[in-house]
């Protein structure tokens, strides 16, 4: 028990166990000592008897069998030498190392798909800190790409410092202190010197800081140089203290600045993002295949993630964004792309060729005669389904430029033939005033029908009764019972309905056009699961918010496109006015004058985030104070989200039928409503809106003979909101505004990747036309020569297409 230590084996378990440390924080390259570590090892073992060398030399082991050899050897060494547990030298080391093994022995077993709960030091707090953002992954904070960084690459001595510019310098600290700077706020406030001069730095309301800024350390402060009290100062800096790390990521370069929210600082979310970069940055696959980097000069996988992170210049940071975007738009690209070619390939589909005499009588019936858009878009459909390929389709349209005719055109088209066509609607107001609107284009009905979701109708020119089935979640068991029956009969023509249309126990045997309304409200994967019902029947998709072409190809890629950019004469231009908070009563008298004029109005609540039920109740709230306060005399009608369908049909019933003065809704009414009395609009909280939806909003008056009015109301003092408004009293043309939206709001808001069904865009943006362009074609390629990517060197690519897709289908949403 008072055998003398042995010093000399200390020292070699000492030397050993700073070499694997060393070993670890090298990433295992085997170059930590000159000639390898078997070598090392070969003369350690013959004193280090408990040590286990490798089953086989250290280097030829891969990367995680040389982890997990170094961590039992640390564990060896710290836990299984009995004979040294009374060597009071090596107790004090074991003591001083226990807590100290390089924080790199914690992540042996992270990769990039780990949960984030994996890293060490990360609170639970900060972990639901960062679920918030939606990152919950290691991979996801690896793509939690900066928003934009701070330049902090001025480097300067203390005596050259500049007032108002960004600026960094290196020092020594002189003085540490906790001064008061304003009564009871204790600060931090610290001296940096250097060998031109001194400074003051200070954080204000931070006292905490002064325990981990040290005397006499190294610093270095990057931040604004400010003026406080006659002397320059550098007020809430960013600081880093220097302790021998290669890399600096709060100072002295090109600081990273990430999206937020509330309690999580910057100076953890760089941490954390750089810990998990240096842990699996090598994890990463390169998918994109070698030929189409040097075709499309892109860099590496690896240094792009590096460089949009931490770049050393502006001309690193736009290479790496390049290639990062670049892949965004690829993914999409190929899937939209193989989606199309694989439709295309499905096999013979349903010739659609149509008899001339029975469409022209129904185009010569209408009120209107087709403008040239319309007939130009009417064509294109024709010949698409006049052969035996299904026809893939987008019909584009401002608001009020006249789709739904063009639609109802071609479903006839289908009848006409003997088969049956389908359109499906987002909400069941819109399939209901559908299923009203296509049952009403006669007076002609056959006889009545015994079920209220049910039209029989016979057109004149027709020697054929036409049966219109409405399909809508709302309807009792026993009529969606009868409607499946006779739609397995064949007894169905036109069948109208919401996502009710695509669930299984629903069967259209003859179906032959699937028409989807208001597109962008369905997911990538929608598109085909009602088009299934079929055999391989043609699809139209309608959408009546203008797209920038751009964004159509990133979403509607494999569609073929048809636009309808002409508003049918005789619609009423709709005068649009910005209105100051001030004026809001004015607004309530000029909507009570259009209304004791015979007319109807519309007014909009503002939009409120947090929820559909806090959304609703705020509605209820505004509408009782209208209701009560505003408009005593008059008869309001309120619409909102939480509202049965039965509701909502009874409120827009009464509405058509001028039973309601003035509707108070949420966005419920965005689009498809047809009120040709209602001659005012009101939108109030008008900025909470994007553009494109303020411009739906107002397409829901103007259509009756009435002269029209949206007015805009907004409490928002910011000056880039009040123009972003204004823009809309002097531009009417959809399209027109759909490209400042987008320049705006970006995609995720103007329609939103993710409602069509793909997961939104981190980097890319719908301006990177060039990127897009070349990554449609390279996409082209690439399903052209190998539809199914089963070429060997497309083996990576393959894999993360693969996974891709699969988020895609999991992100869609059903409900």
């Not at 670049?326 to 694989?342: A, H, R, S």
């Not at 947090?610 to 008059?634: C, G, M, R, V, W």
């Not at 399209?735 to 069904?757: C, M, N, V, Y």
């Amino acid at each position: 028990m008072n055998e003398k230590p042995n010093i000399d084996l200390i020292e070699k378990i000492q030397r050993l166990y700073k070499i694997l440390q060393h070993e670890v924080l090298n990433k295992y390259n085997n170059k930590t000592v000159i000639g390898g570590l078997d070598k090392l090892l070969e003369i350690l073992a013959i004193d280090l008897k408990f040590l286990t060398k490798p089953n086989t030399s250290y280097s030829n082991l891969n990367k995680e069998e040389r982890a997990q050899w170094i961590k039992n050897t640390l564990n060896q060494i710290l836990t299984s030498i009995p004979e040294l547990q009374l060597s009071k030298s090596f107790n004090n080391f074991k003591k001083k190392n226990s807590t100290q093994i390089p924080t790199e022995k914690r992540y042996y077993n992270i990769n990039i798909d780990s949960n984030i709960n994996e890293l060490p030091n990360l609170t639970k707090r900060t972990q639901s800190k960062f679920k918030n953002l939606g990152i919950e992954k290691i991979i996801d904070l690896i793509y939690f790409f900066p928003a934009r960084h701070y330049d902090f690459t001025d480097i300067r001595k203390i005596s050259t410092l500049q007032f108002g510019n960004e600026q960094t310098i290196i020092g020594t600290v002189t003085k540490v202190g906790q001064p008061n700077v304003w009564p009871k706020k204790k600060s931090t406030e610290i001296i940096i010197s250097d060998e031109s001069g001194k400074i003051r730095a200070i954080w204000f309301n931070q006292p905490w800081l002064s325990k981990s800024i040290k005397l006499n350390s190294k610093i270095i402060i990057s931040g604004k140089v400010n003026v406080f009290r006659n002397r320059l100062v550098f007020e809430s800096p960013q600081y880093e203290i220097i302790n021998g790390q290669k890399d600096l990521i709060h100072t002295g370069r090109l600081v990273p600045i990430y999206r937020t929210t509330s309690g999580l600082a910057q100076r953890t979310i760089r941490k954390t993002v750089k810990q998990s970069i240096d842990i699996t940055i090598d994890q990463l696959t390169e998918f994109i295949p070698n030929k189409i980097l040097d075709e499309v000069n892109l860099i590496n996988l690896k240094n792009a993630i590096l460089q949009i992170h931490y770049p050393k210049s502006n001309q690193d940071w736009n290479i790496a964004r390049k290639r990062l975007a670049f892949d965004e738009l690829f993914l999409i690209q190929l899937l939209v792309i193989q989606q199309k070619e694989t439709w295309r390939k499905i096999g013979s589909g349903i010739s659609l060729d149509s008899n001339e005499t029975p469409l022209n009588e129904f185009l010569n019936s209408l009120p209107f005669k087709l403008t040239n858009a319309q007939n130009n878009a009417l064509n294109e459909i024709l010949n698409d389904i006049s052969i035996d390929r299904p026809m893939r389709r987008l019909l584009q349209g401002d608001v009020g430029s006249g789709k739904t005719v063009v639609a109802l055109a071609s479903l006839l088209v289908s009848v006409f033939k003997g088969y049956c066509g389908a359109i499906m609607v987002p909400t069941e107001v819109l399939a209901e005033q559908h299923f009203m609107t296509i049952s009403s284009l006669t007076d002609e009905i056959s006889e009545p029908s015994n079920y209220k979701n049910i039209r029989k109708l016979k057109l004149p020119y027709l020697n054929k009764i036409i049966n219109i089935g409405l399909l809508i979640g709302s309807l009792t068991k026993k009529e969606k019972k009868e409607l499946n029956i006779k739609l397995e009969n064949n007894e169905i023509d036109i069948l109208i309905g919401t996502h009710a249309l695509i669930q299984d126990s629903v069967k259209i045997p003859r179906l032959a056009l699937v028409i989807i309304d208001e597109q962008h409200r369905f997911g990538v994967n929608q598109r085909g699961l009602l088009s299934d019902k079929g055999n391989k029947p043609h699809l139209l998709a309608m959408s009546a918010t203008p797209i920038p072409r751009s964004l159509a190809l990133t979403i509607f890629g494999d569609l073929d496109i048809s636009i309808i950019n002409e508003i049918p004469p005789g619609r009423q231009p709709i005068r649009t006015r910005f209105l100051e908070p001030e004026k809001r009563e004015s607004a309530y008298k000029f909507l009570a004058k259009q209304v004791n004029q015979g007319r109807q109005a519309f007014i909009i609540c503002p939009l409120i985030e947090e929820s559909e039920t806090i959304q609703s109740k705020a509605a209820i709230q505004e509408y009782e104070k209208l209701s009560n306060d505003i408009f005593p005399n008059l008869k309001l009608g309120l619409l909102h989200g939480r509202m049965s369908s039965n509701e909502k049909s009874s409120i827009m019933l009464d509405f058509k039928n001028a039973k309601i003065d003035i509707l108070v809704s949420t966005a419920v009414i965005e689009v498809g409503i047809d009120i040709p009395n209602a001659s005012t609009i009101l939108i109030d909280g008008a900025e909470r809106f994007g553009l494109s939806q303020l411009h739906q909003f107002r397409g829901r008056v103007g259509r009756g003979q009435y002269e029209s009015y949206c007015i805009l109301l907004s409490e928002s003092k910011n000056q880039d909101s009040r123009e972003r408004l204004k823009l809309l009293e002097r531009i009417t043309n959809g399209f027109e505004l759909a490209e400042e939206d987008l320049k705006i709001r970006g995609p995720g808001d103007h329609i939103g990747t993710k409602q069509s069904g793909l997961p939104n865009l981190n980097i890319a943006t719908i301006n990177d036309y060039d990127i897009l362009s070349i990554a449609r074609n390279e996409a082209i390629k690439i399903i052209e020569k190998d539809p199914e990517l089963n070429e060997p060197e497309l083996k990576k690519l393959k894999a993360k297409f693969l996974e891709y897709s699969n988020k895609v289908l999991i992100e869609t949403n059903y409900s």
